[in-house]
């Protein structure tokens, strides 16, 4: 009966999710900060919003990476982008990102959040200050930069997109410190939606739940641990753009994310099987 339940419901959801009636014209012109734009599904994220004529600022952690980004988004078609290169463990470097955007675009539609710290899989051995570098990076970075952007966005009635994990909403092994941060996330900004919905402030805040993507940078620190397959970096940039420019207030990619959400509280037994099945338990063991 359960697994009924949740094929209908999921096909519901599915329904609710995309059919979504996104129209591509409504992001040409407009403006764009995004953050972890140099490689993986940021880099995806920003050719797909130059193609679809949005202004643009990027900003990465390498320089050299993020101009060649800027160079394939001007060929692609951006009408303006910008960029400027910044570390995200610094508490200085958010504040600093978002006054550079609103200065070389005046405002602020999208505040499109990707960047992310990796770190080694597995937890033992890891001290408490680098789990304070990877918190700074994954949490507090993406907290500071809502704050700083949050009166364009209310002026502009924009949207907030939070490019979270998996590892946000089912946790899993050797994946502690990390999985802390993107719970941290999901709690920040589901309360962030109820109190900007009492006040009635008009932003929308999106959230999407990515699982493993090809190119990634998280697909490196598990490589060896887990036999998930990846996802192509493209598909998941373009259901984040979706998910953005049509105001959801979540995003699950691939399908099966949402699937695995579901499980994490229904049947627990069914999804800790299925997360066994993805790791290389002597791997993760070893590192």
Request: aromatic share 8%.
């Amino acid at each position: 009966m359960k697994v009924l339940l949740l094929t209908a419901l999921g096909a519901l959801f599915f329904t609710y999710y995309w059919d979504d009636n996104f129209d591509p014209a409504s992001l040409q012109g407009a403006r764009v900060l995004l953050t972890g734009a140099s490689v993986g599904v940021g880099e995806e994220l920003a050719y797909h919003y130059a193609r679809l004529g949005s202004h643009l600022v990027l900003t990465a952690y390498t320089e050299a990476l993020l101009q060649k980004v800027v160079g394939n988004c001007r060929k692609l078609g951006a009408p303006k982008v910008f960029y400027i290169a910044a570390d995200m463990a610094s508490p200085e470097a958010p504040e600093h990102v978002v006054q550079f955007a609103l200065d070389k675009l005046g405002g602020l539609d999208y505040l499109v959040l990707n960047h992310v710290g990796g770190a080694p899989a597995g937890t033992r051995g890891r001290s408490a200050q680098a789990t304070r570098g990877l918190l700074q990076v994954n949490l507090l970075s993406y907290v500071q930069l809502t704050s700083r952007a949050l009166p364009s966005l209310t002026d502009s009635k924009g949207s907030l997109v939070v490019v979270s994990s998996l590892l946000g909403r089912v946790p899993t092994s050797f994946s502690a410190p990390y999985s802390a941060a993107k719970f941290a996330l999901d709690g920040f900004f589901g309360s962030l939606r109820r109190e900007l919905d009492v006040q009635d402030v008009d932003v929308a805040i999106t959230m999407c739940v990515l699982g493993l993507r090809d190119r990634a940078p998280a697909a490196e620190g598990v490589r060896g641990v887990t036999r998930a397959e990846a996802a192509p970096g493209p598909r998941a940039a373009l259901a984040v753009i979706r998910g953005g420019a049509t105001r959801a207030s979540g995003v699950f990619f691939p399908r099966r994310c949402r699937l695995l959400c579901l499980l994490r509280r229904w049947l627990p037994r069914p999804r800790a099987w299925f997360i066994r099945q993805d790791l290389n338990v002597s791997a993760a063991a070893a590192a």
